[in-house]
């Protein structure tokens, strides 16, 4: 087994002007260069389309053609700033561009800040399957520079949220109490107690993903929810964070089944505390092939994250006949 001494990198604080201008491309959406191009002026910058459904083959060959334009060489940066769908794409187009280049992250929504920029997990859809291809390869550098949450609609704060409570639900008991005595609004109005918010998540993803860069062992518990949310995002037009959302009540419902796990109403309170959906109507047919090309199956079995109770999790192989009779009754 290949065991890694990759280092993670840890994301720091920093002015975004701090920012090395030389030989950098900037890679960001429209929505996040409408708000802030002042901050990117000065940069060679290529400005994508925003949303999941661009995280395919089609933008990265756009993004090829634009850094040959560019005459981009082995030398070039680039720096993804924007949210998890643009963290994702830089990372990957990094990776494979004249067989990868350096690249850093500014994540702009809370849910980058939080998961989606540290890792090295760098991926593109195919279809409906989500990140079906793509790289392990870390950034050189993250910076955190929070003033582009200024501009962050409500929606994308919630959906940051839902990687939180991930978080909470999988290793954290004490932060699942602490988010369960406030809402989005209080963070959203006191700058300390988010930035510690962030950086606690942060630095907890960081030394999961430390101890285990190739996602042999305990990475894997960060996919709590990620299952069955994969397997409904694309198919039914849910953010990622509204579609891991409805995919931890549902593991927390086999939690009930398979280790008694009794706070799934908890869970579920939660999530709708930060205005998160925790159920929607789907065919389950349709949503059970799509889970059957998720990335933990192995033959027969799916290597599931469960919760024994909160801020305690477990990885538990499930038979797909399991899963497919839990998601009849799931509603
Ligand atoms: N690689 C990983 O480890 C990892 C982990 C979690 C999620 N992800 C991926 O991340 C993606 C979800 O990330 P996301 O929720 O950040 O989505 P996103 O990148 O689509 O951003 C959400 C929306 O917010 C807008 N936006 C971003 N920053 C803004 C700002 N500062 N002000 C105003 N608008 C802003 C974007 O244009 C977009 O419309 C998914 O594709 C998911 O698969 C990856």
Redesign the pocket.
Known sequence: MKSSHTKITIPHIANFSSLDKSNTVIIT????FG??SKKLKNYSTIVLK???EF?VQATIDSIVEQLINFGADRTTSLVGV???????IT?YVASIYMRGINFGFV??????LV?????????I?VGVY??MIGTINQPQFILHDYS??????EA?WQ??FA?ITKHACIKDAVMFRELQSHAVKYYQTKNKELSLLIEKNAMLKTKVVSKDVNEVGDRKL?NFGHTLG?AL?NQYEL???QAISIGMVFASRISKQLYGFNQTDEVINLLEQYGLPTNVLFNKKKVFEVLTMDKKREKDFIKFILLQKIGKAVIKEINLIEIKEALNTFI
Do not use: M, R, Y
Request: aromatic share 4%; net charge negative; charged share 20%.
């Open positions: 959406d429209e929505n996040v708000f802030h925003a949303g999941e995280k924007g949210g998890g769908v643009i963290t994702d990372g994540p702009t929504t809370l849910l980058a998961d989606a920029s540290i890792g090295g997990k760098n991926g859809n989500k990140n582009f949450l200024n501009t962050l609609p994308e959906n940051g990687e960060l994969h995002e953010s990622h964070g």
